[in-house]
DNA sequence: GTCTATAGGGCGATAGAC
DNA sequence: GTCTATCGCCCTATAGAC
């Protein structure tokens, strides 16, 4: 393969996630990525800082999209049904690229505790970001943290909802989401 | 120092607290705490699978007591008013053994990500566990798993506030907390 | 692009407790 | 003797430094 192939780090996605469900996240090696997607080690740690973030390099983007949705937010809406707003229109937009590959990368995530953590710290940051995006303009620090947290958690729960059926109205699971946690969280 | 002193677990843990809190979790190594500890760095391997481990130690053990206060709860409690008992209770106990580390610790995690990683997924491995032991008997499986994570918020909450304080009485911040957090999730 | 330090683990040997 | 904890040696892969 060419030294100068575009789009390297397309190539570099695709390759780990079809290595990833093949034998698994720890069988395969940074340098077999970086072969079967015709570059070599160097750059694969060029695109990524390490081996996990292959698999979440699209985080940043979806995180700014969050926030930009938040700050044109209604000053009307509550925190929680803002940071649900944002989300589910973020996730929309997003959820169109990846209809053939959230069911593989969920996967891939399931069965390896190290990515499942990543994607944890991934939401985290999330989070904080909802969080300072209310806190600004909206709320105490603490209850922004918890509205954001909720948010997040209805989010997490919404998302695995659609890789299991991606024919799925996404805003209709972040209201279902959401209706459940409220409930959970204020029993009558 | 000879080959048998006892406790070297315990020996593990403090040398790795000290020489994180002194020089960072990243600028020390795996050889330096088990030399401090006087022991092999392939001991420390066989006491902790990861270098990350050696920090989160006893929460196994408290993951395990949350679960036993959650079966003993009065069946009448709601969800979540259960977990929030169980892990107050669970709290309250190893709190008590942990006033001097506390700090320390929290410093040590919150300057490192990936020990803030580590400590997010035994938050959603200690989330599960409430997920399971609510469901059995209680509520669907997503209501319970909703009514876990909240739950697990509150916590995470009322544990920084107490290492900030630990003078404060546990089971009242974690009422705070739990007030705070309704209020964010169910605004009227 | 090359080099190196460190994480992490496999395996068998060994030192002590019982 | 058994059983368990520790150790020594050797290896690979990650990740960062130069």
């Not at 780090?9 to 940074?30: C, I, K, S």
Request: include cysteine.
């Amino acid at each position: 393969m060419g030294r100068w192939e575009p789009n390297a780090q397309e190539r570099l996605q695709h390759a780990a996630m079809t290595l990833f469900l093949e034998r698994g996240y720890t069988e395969v090696t940074v340098a077999e990525i970086a072969e079967r997607a015709g570059v070599t080690k160097r750059t694969f740690f060029n695109h990524f800082t390490d081996k996990r973030e292959v698999l979440f390099a699209g985080a940043p983007a979806f995180e700014d999209r969050v926030v930009q949705y938040l700050a044109e937010a209604d000053d009307g809406l509550d925190a929680i049904d803002a940071a649900v707003m944002a989300l589910t229109r973020a996730g929309t937009d997003l959820l169109a690229n990846y209809v053939e590959y959230a069911d593989v990368r969920r996967k891939v995530i399931a069965a390896s505790p190290e990515l499942h953590e990543r994607n944890l710290i991934k939401m985290s940051s999330l989070a904080a970001a909802i969080t300072r995006a209310l806190d600004t303009h909206r709320e105490s620090s603490r209850a922004a943290a918890f509205a954001a947290q909720a948010a997040v958690t209805v989010f997490t729960a919404a998302y695995d909802d659609w890789t299991e059926d991606t024919t799925a109205e996404f805003d209709a699971l972040m209201q279902e989401s959401l209706t459940c946690l409220r409930k959970a969280v204020h029993p009558i």
